[in-house]
């Protein structure tokens, strides 16, 4: 048997172990919560901190809301002891009190959360085989179940926006929903986000911006102009798609926070026209929910309940995408204006 | 026999009419409309088949046994995607208001598998307190 709390302690052992004090700490403000990271070593900072270099930097002496440590046996020298499953499968986790554990059998990676200390920690056993799509967003087991504690959403949809707020785009992969955020970019409506955002419900709710990593196949760069020569030059390639870091690239871009008016769901249309129609709740809800609770998985009939609050208190939009991504963008500042009705 | 909402492994939500019902550890989901959703509103308040067939032929849309032998179907297939649970022996039916417009049409579930890809590539075995057990490498 192998005892969630025990690998926890382990996994404290080990980054004790393997930390040097030579690495700063780095951080970020998400939702009004300050996110700590210690790394045990440089080399995990550089790949695990660019997706958060989008976000309101901590301040040296903020009281951490949550602290992150991060560290890989083969830099750090420091050897995990790794839980011996014998299991084939793809992943175990334990979710039980204050504590969140997850194994993954087969990267070899190990996410633990202690929610009444406010400490995680995140161990690879070597970061030449971390996988791009973790680069892109790091941490994201542990950030959700720490951001479930508190009311919040980690869902899987792009946000885009202007100063009256911002529309989420639900739906899942190939809908049209990462390359209309993605075409934002650059242009006059604020991006935050193509994959994961975060939500906050409430009378008013927001949408906050979490990781900075963009998201395109080929047949999507092709579309966005602005973004393809980032994409083309990147290192990061996870399988049929290539991942960018756009505050590198537009550091203008990003809103980090905004009120949320309405769900939208894209979907890829022959023409040249984008047009806007009022879409069911239901099927808004089948568009936005399943992805959400299979990507992002724990706590589920949670999650599950406060996106079924937010699609009753929110328009839901059926967005036809058509010829260029561009060509939604008006129909999105229109929406978000109020000049769109159903 | 009365049924509940397999709350165990399944999530649902009534919206506009229609029911969304997602399986947690099997990737699949689901969409009830019209009568379908009526229905599981019905039995996952704990009614029997025999009472929602008698409440559907009170109103007038169809014969007794014809409307039981159409539910007695659609609750097999719910059973079979293992979306209810028995309920306790003493449970007691709640109230349900019926919104499904007539004429009547056997309840279907349609099914959504387009996800199943993702619990093949990050599914989660969870586990109690007392932790994983280890198994045997060709146990699945």
């Known amino acids: 048997m192998i005892e969630p709390r025990a690998l926890l302690a382990e996994a404290e052992r080990a980054f004790a172990a ?108 070597d970061l030449a085989t971390l996988p791009a799509w973790e680069e892109a967003a790091p941490f994201r087991r542990i950030l959700h179940w720490w951001t479930t504690g508190l009311g919040l959403q980690l869902v899987h949809g792009a946000a885009v926006g202007t100063d009256d707020g911002a529309v989420l785009l639900v739906g899942q992969g190939g809908s049209g929903k990462s390359t209309t955020a993605l075409a934002c970019v650059g242009s006059a409506l604020s991006y935050l986000g193509d994959d994961y955002c975060l939500v906050e419900p409430g009378p008013t709710p927001r949408v906050h911006a979490i990781f900075g990593s963009g998201k395109a196949d080929a047949g999507s760069i092709a579309l966005l102009p602005r973004l393809a020569p980032a994409f083309r030059a990147t290192r990061l390639i996870d399988g049929p798609k290539r991942i960018v870091f756009v505050h590198d690239h537009f550091p203008d871009a990003f809103r980090r926070s905004l009120p949320l008016r309405a769900i939208v769901v894209p979907k890829i249309a022959p023409g040249s026209v984008s047009r806007l129609e009022p879409l069911g709740r239901a099927e808004t809800l089948r568009a936005l929910a399943p992805s959400t609770l299979f990507q992002v998985p724990g706590d589920q009939a949670a999650s599950f309940a406060r996106m079924s609050a937010l699609i009753r208190d929110l328009s839901c939009w059926r967005l036809f995408v058509g010829g260029s991504p561009e060509s939604a963008q008006p129909l999105i500042a229109d929406l978000l204006a109020g000049s769109v009705r159903r | 026999m009365r049924h509940r909402l397999n709350d165990t492994d399944v999530v649902s939500e009534l919206l506009d009419g229609e029911v969304i019902v997602i399986h947690l550890h099997s990737g699949t989901y689901y969409s009830m409309q019209a009568n379908a959703a009526d229905v599981w509103t019905a039995l996952i308040a704990g009614w029997t088949v025999d009472e929602i067939a008698e409440k559907i032929a009170a109103a007038g849309l169809g014969e007794r046994d014809a409307l039981a032998a159409d539910v007695a179907r659609f609750v097999a297939s719910l059973e079979t995607e293992g979306l209810l649970a028995a309920a306790a022996e003493d449970a007691a039916a709640g109230p349900v208001e019926f919104l499904s417009p007539s004429p009547w049409i056997a309840p279907e579930l349609q099914v959504y598998t387009d996800m199943q890809d993702w619990m093949l590539v990050d599914p989660i075995h969870e586990v109690a307190e007392e932790g994983w057990p280890i198994r045997p490498t060709d146990e699945k």
């Open chain 1, 18 to 125: 393997a930390l040097t004090g030579d690495v700063p700490d780095a951080g970020f403000v998400v939702a009004g919560r300050t996110v700590v990271l210690r790394f045990a070593t440089a080399a995990a900072a550089e790949r695990l901190t660019p997706a958060f270099a989008h976000l309101e930097p901590a301040t040296p002496d903020a009281v951490a809301d949550l602290t992150i440590c991060a560290w890989d046996d083969a830099s750090s020298g420091v050897a995990l002891a790794e839980p011996a499953t014998g299991m084939t499968g793809p992943g175990l986790v334990y979710a039980g009190g204050p504590i969140r554990v997850a194994w993954d059998i087969q990267t070899r990676n190990l996410q633990a959360l202690d929610l009444d200390r406010r400490l995680a920690f995140f161990r690879y056993p």
